[in-house]
């Protein structure tokens, strides 16, 4: 995998701690576009935006794949990104705090653990589903801190969002892992783009909210989606695939949930008192859990086409 252009060649641990600082970006830019618009209006802006700097892979991808692939693709970016990031900007628009939704989202790959069992035919082991019980547990401490915080203006449903978002998640990761075609990740990345932008155009539509706001803070807030979330995170993200493989980078995605809890508190006044860091505690102590002490898989070799794409894919893309 070549370095995607603009990404320094830094110390590892530094360009760990940027990876995490970006896929959090996401969380923060979302608060960011809702301030300014309806939730449809910012995921259509930004789709439209990502989707015409990604054209030439959408052609790409038009032309090197059969209409089954590339409705496979679709299917995938409409879970993956539609409905993900609609109830990702939906509960964020409504005052959902964006730490509370960063750690519903990152228990989505321990729940991909627990059905890959009868799913995939993986084998589950005892401590997975113990950390899955604690990550669960944290999240509905957290969800309560958040709720029970005077300066919570959510509404109760909204907080149903988040988990209906990580469930299109995980029934997207399972879709992508059952696909016999390798897609290239700028041309995957095109695809769900440019179906999401066809949603949201249908969203924004039936709601009367396609015109963008006239204000700089609005394209603004877009500008960090797409450069610094998506194009940041998500190109940081192939860079450590290659250099320190996927289990180590599905551990730094677990750092997000604290990194964005304390970035909502610090910007925007999100709760963050000592049930939420506890909540947090459990979340990250079920990361560890449901990990174990297994060793990750050695760094390919250059030219490799050893891997498989179908446990490569990001199982979001950030902002």
Not at 203 to 225: D, E, K, R
Not at 240 to 257: A, C, K, M
Not at 294 to 310: C, L, T, Y
Request: charged content about 10%; hydrophobic content about 55%; some cysteine.
């Amino acid at each position: 995998m070549n370095r995607p252009i603009g990404i320094p060649r830094l110390p590892a641990p530094l360009l760990s701690a940027l990876f995490v600082v970006l896929w959090s970006a996401g969380f923060i830019g979302s608060k960011l576009g809702t301030a300014q618009a309806p939730f449809d209006t910012v995921l259509l802006w930004r789709s439209l935006l990502l989707t015409a700097l990604l054209s030439p892979w959408l052609v790409a991808a038009q032309r090197g794949h059969s209409a089954r692939d590339l409705g496979r693709q679709v299917v995938v970016g409409l879970l993956s990104q539609g409905v993900y990031l609609v109830t990702v900007y939906w509960a964020i628009g409504l005052g959902v705090s964006t730490g509370t939704t960063a750690l519903i989202d990152g228990v989505q790959p321990l729940v991909v653990a627990a059905l890959a069992g009868p799913l995939l035919g993986a084998t589950l082991v005892a401590r997975q589903v113990v950390g899955l019980a604690i990550g669960l547990l944290g999240v509905v401490v957290v969800t309560g801190a958040d709720l029970a915080s005077p300066a919570t203006t959510a509404p109760w449903w909204g907080y149903l969002l988040p988990p209906l978002g990580m469930a299109a998640l995980v029934a997207a990761t399972f879709l992508q892992r059952r696909a016999t075609r390798r897609t290239p990740p700028l041309q995957a990345l095109a695809v769900h783009s440019a179906a999401t932008a066809a949603l949201a155009l249908l969203l924004a539509g039936a709601h009367g909210h396609v015109v963008p706001p006239a204000t700089s803070a609005f394209w603004l807030a877009l500008a960090w989606m797409v450069v610094l979330a998506t194009l940041g995170g998500y190109g940081l993200y192939w860079v450590l695939l290659e250099q320190r493989g996927v289990t180590q980078v599905n551990s730094l995605l677990f750092l997000v949930p604290p990194v964005t809890t304390v970035w909502g508190a610090a910007w925007f006044g999100e709760p963050l008192g000592p049930v939420t860091v506890l909540g947090l505690a459990l979340a990250l102590l079920a990361v560890r859990l449901a990990r174990g002490n297994a060793p990750d898989e050695p760094a390919p070799r250059e030219g490799s086409e050893s891997h498989d794409h179908r446990e490569r894919t990001p199982q979001r893309c950030p902002g």
